[in-house]
Every structure is written in structure tokens, then in C-alpha cells.
């Protein structure tokens, strides 16, 4: 069964389902309707996840060096022009 109704579509979109139907050798209906259905069946799948993988690495201990003053930590990765 289908439904005749009457959509107003931007001049991009058209134009750019005016093109997919070119290449398809489809009418500009099929083209639509194939269309839409994709965009209506990837609403319904889950995008996948990646898994993110943090590795952790050994910094060392650097003596002298105060990690509860933001300053001295700047100055000794940044160097002392680190303003």
C-alpha cells in the first residue's frame, strides 16, 4: 500500500536525490522512498561502541618536584617562559 502526500524538500536535498536517481536509472520515487528507508533503518540500530583501552605508564619519580603546586609543575614542562 502506499501513501500519496504532499512534502516540501529543500533545494539541496532534491537536488541531490535528483543525482542518486540519475545514477540509479531509477525514478525520482524509488530513489526517495530507498532513500528514506535507510535513514529510517540506521535510526533503529545502535551505533557501536569502540572499547577504550587506556594503557598506563611509569612516569618516574622526580624528586623536588611539588605535584600539589600547578606553577612548578607548568614551569618544569613548559620551561620558566610557559606564561
Same mark, same amino acid.
Given at each position: 500500500m502506499s501513501v500519496r502526500t504532499t512534502v516540501t524538500? /529543500? /533545494?539541496?536535498?532534491? +537536488?541531490?536525490?535528483?543525482? $542518486? +536517481? #540519475?545514477?540509479? %536509472? =531509477?525514478?525520482?520515487? /524509488?530513489?526517495?522512498? /530507498? @532513500? @528514506? #528507508? &535507510?535513514?529510517? &533503518?540506521?535510526l533503529d540500530s545502535t551505533p557501536r561502541r569502540r572499547? @577504550? +583501552?587506556i594503557k598506563p605508564t611509569h612516569m618516574g619519580y622526580r624528586p623536588g618536584l611539588n605535584h600539589d603546586d600547578?606553577? +612548578? @609543575?607548568? =614551569?618544569? %614542562? $613548559? %620551561?620558566e617562559q610557559h606564561r
Open positions: 524538500l /529543500d /533545494d539541496d536535498v532534491v +537536488s541531490r536525490v535528483k543525482s $542518486e +536517481s #540519475r545514477s540509479r %536509472g =531509477e525514478p525520482f520515487r /524509488d530513489t526517495l522512498n /530507498d @532513500l @528514506l #528507508r &535507510l535513514a529510517l &533503518l540506521s572499547k @577504550l +583501552s600547578i606553577a +612548578s @609543575l607548568l =614551569e618544569y %614542562g $613548559e %620551561g
